[in-house]
């Protein structure tokens, strides 16, 4: 049976499909655009908005993961979010599938950000995090009330280098890259650790294929490592051969920023990420599955031989 991938076309997916045709899973990947797939894997054409499109997808299943990712926009995900999840239950439900579901942290409390634990209550403080929190509780529903197999994989934010996704990028490499001088935004100097997609893909497909994994909440593989901004930016900066002086972006900033680009004035009921320590701890999954996570110096070097950079 199936491993099927719901919204293929993302990150995540791409990493998960990976390591699941490495554990030697069928994969179905589920989309509205065509993928280019690799030998052990299938494309399905879908629509998750539609109800009878995603029960089609499912068909055939042993294991569905959403991994879908919205367009940040808080109308999108007001709209397309919480239905999403009720089909997608529903028809996991119906046909006898497990569901794994890629989750982030927006729908907890931002007062138990160091350590962010599977224990942290959920308790939004933002918009996106109310949206989230509904989401979560359809899900959790599901497995309490309605007899759905099914497990939460949760990530930090993620770090990466691919356009749109993130920070780091447009705010350190890509300045870096110019000669200029990194940014960061609010505070440089208080925790801030990433999950790394390698980690996350691998991390999902080893709990969407052990038994025991599901009826949990499980924080992905993340380095424990109190890393702060402005460590990253020195990483970054010394692979780069760029200085390592950098400069701060306030919120005030980021939300005049807001007033004309679209994707910093949804990030700026984000920015308490930034202005408190935030530190994802993964110890459950680390030492359940004996798994080290890759380090903050790793990912930067990789990283960047991605782009050419040895």
Not at 53 to 79: D, H, N
Not at 129 to 135: N, S
Not at 202 to 228: H, V
Not at 249 to 258: D, E, Q, Y
């Amino acid at each position: 049976m199936k491993h099927t991938i719901l919204g293929a076309g993302g990150p995540i997916a791409r990493h998960l499909a990976k390591e699941l045709i490495a554990l030697q899973k069928e994969v179905r990947l589920v989309s509205r655009n065509p993928i280019n797939i690799a030998a052990g894997e299938e494309w399905h054409k879908a629509d998750l908005s539609n109800r009878e499109e995603v029960f089609a997808a499912l068909e055939g299943s042993e294991v569905a993961y959403l991994t879908i990712g919205f367009p940040y926009k808080l109308a999108i995900w007001q709209e397309y979010w919480p239905p999403l999840m009720k089909n997608v239950t529903d028809a996991c439900i119906l046909l006898g599938v497990k569901l794994v579901f890629f989750d982030n942290i927006y729908a907890l409390s931002k007062k138990h950000l160091d350590p962010i634990t599977e224990n942290a209550p959920i308790i939004p403080c933002s918009k996106k995090g109310v949206i989230r929190a509904e989401v979560v509780k359809i899900f959790l529903e599901a497995i309490e009330k309605k007899g759905l197999t099914g497990l939460i994989a949760r990530s930090a934010d993620f770090i990466t280098l691919d356009e749109n996704k993130g920070l780091v990028k447009p705010l350190v490499y890509d300045r870096l890259k110019k000669g200029k001088k990194a940014q960061w935004i609010c505070n440089a100097n208080v925790v801030h650790n990433f999950s790394y997609l390698p980690d996350l893909g691998k991390g999902t497909a080893i709990l969407g294929t052990t038994p025991e994994a599901f009826q949990q909440i499980w924080n992905l593989p993340t380095d424990k490592s109190r890393i702060t901004g402005a460590d990253w930016i020195k990483l970054f900066a010394h692979r780069m051969h760029q200085q390592q002086a950098y400069s701060i972006l306030p919120g005030t900033m980021i939300k005049l920023i807001g007033l004309f680009v679209p994707v910093m004035h949804e990030m700026g009921e984000m920015l308490y990420q930034y202005s408190n320590d935030y530190f994802f701890d993964s110890s459950k999954f680390n030492q359940h599955f004996a798994y080290t996570p890759s380090t903050p110096t790793e990912i930067v070097n990789e990283l960047l031989a991605d782009v050419g950079i040895n």
